[in-house]
């Protein structure tokens, strides 16, 4: 990750600060040369939850060696001129989208598990290539799904005061949680915003430790760690189903075809080892995958997006084959939301992958008009 102090400088002030701070630290940063493969286009901002600015999180991106990247907001798309421009700054092209949780009530699988650990019935889908004028439809569609959302977030809040109350846990919604978001400026709250609110109760009560010495990068790295932690252990006793905070699959591909976005589904796979440490071992689309496409074809949907870190060969080759079979483009990314995480995806460098660097340029095309 790139150096602690530059990192709360380019996420400190206004979108407008943050910008001129780019410029001003680009002016003497001498990046590596970029490499033509690497390619990530799930990018998380502190729009939804991530330690980066839209525009830090591009300057990572950048001097990691990127040579596109791609912010992927979950429930807000408020950081994509941030974004857009912050790329124009450090002379890399950028892709922007969304990320959404979409009800698959209506649909044959409303009764299992798709890429969701915490729901059956409700599907994450990334909207990508959003043309850069529809920015602002998007941004107010999801509006009042955001608003939904903090509804049931402060049902959350109040069970994780009930669960931690031994300890002292005293979440306030408003005076702790909202504080570590963008939701002022559009962005969302979400699940991770609730566990690092609790992260940093249980570390001021003693309930949890830091590292003997540590400074602000491994007090960070700290914070986030437990936060991984408690997402994996305390989200499954204090969820909230989501209801009407989720456009159901046939709104939503309406929706994106209004804007001209690309909507993907985003495959998971069943876990064994999760690769970030925030998912147990589980069981999601494979079983059914077959199934899954049928569905997702039928109702409109015509790309995949997929993380090749995240997946065996086996899986991959099976998606893969899918995706040839029923038309759908395949986009990748590793969505980042953790200090721990490199820009960088290795096996982007692997031959069988070389469609996705391809597709990359066809979204950043796509939402250019070109």
């Known amino acids: 990750m790139i150096d602690i102090s530059l990192l709360r400088s380019l996420n400190a002030g206004t979108k407008e600060q943050r910008l001129q701070t780019l410029r001003s630290v680009v002016k003497t940063t001498r990046f590596i040369p970029v490499d033509p493969r690497m390619v990530n286009n799930h990018i998380h901002t502190t729009y939804s939850f991530s330690p980066y600015s ?8 950048r001097a990691e060696g990127l040579a596109t990247c791609g912010i992927v907001d979950h429930d807000s798309i408020g950081g994509a001129g941030e974004f857009i421009e912050a790329g124009e700054i450090v002379g890399i092209p950028t892709t922007i989208g969304i990320e959404a949780r979409v009800s698959f009530a209506e649909t044959a699988l409303h009764d299992r598990r798709t890429n969701n650990p915490d729901q059956i019935g409700n599907t994450y889908m990334a909207l990508h290539a959003v043309p850069h004028d529809k920015i602002e439809t998007v941004q107010a569609y999801f509006a009042p799904l955001r608003e939904r959302r903090n509804a049931r977030n402060r049902k959350m809040v109040a069970k994780i005061n009930d669960l ?40 001021a009560l003693g309930k949890a430790k830091l590292p003997n010495g540590a400074g602000e990068l491994d007090t960070m790295l700290a914070e986030y760690d437990l936060v991984g932690t408690l997402k994996k252990d305390c989200i499954p006793r204090v969820f909230v ?11 939503f591909v309406r929706f994106s075809a209004e804007v ?8 998971l796979g069943d876990v064994a080892n999760s690769v970030t440490g925030d998912k147990k071992a589980q069981k999601f689309e494979d079983d059914y995958l077959d199934e899954l ?3 997702v074809s039928h109702a409109g949907v015509r ?7 995240r997946n065996t060969q086996s899986q991959i ?26 820009f960088i995806i290795q096996k982007m460098q692997e031959e069988q992958f070389s469609n996705l660097v391809e597709n990359t340029w066809h979204l950043i095309r796509h939402e250019n008009g070109k």
């Not at 839209?54 to 991106?61: G, L, Q």
């Not at 949680?177 to 566990?195: D, I, K, N």
């Not at 189903?241 to 709104?251: H, R, W």
């Open 293 to 295: 496409f049928a569905a």
């Open 303 to 309: 790309a995949v997006t997929y993380m090749p870190t």
């Open 164 to 203: 931690y109350a031994g300890d002292g846990v005293a979440i306030d919604f408003e005076r702790d949680v909202l504080p570590l978001s963008q939701y002022a400026e559009g962005g969302s709250v979400t699940e991770r915003h609730l566990m690092r609110a609790l992260a940093r109760q249980l570390l």
């Open 241 to 251: 189903p989501a209801t009407d905070e989720c456009p159901t699959l046939s709104e």
């Open 260 to 267: 001209g976005g690309i909507l993907a589904y985003a495959y």
């Open 317 to 342: 080759e099976r998606l893969r084959k899918l995706c040839d079979q029923y038309g759908m483009l395949q986009i990748s990314g590793e969505d980042i939301n953790s200090p721990r995480q490199s």
């Open 54 to 61: 839209p525009a830090a999180a591009v300057y990572a991106a």
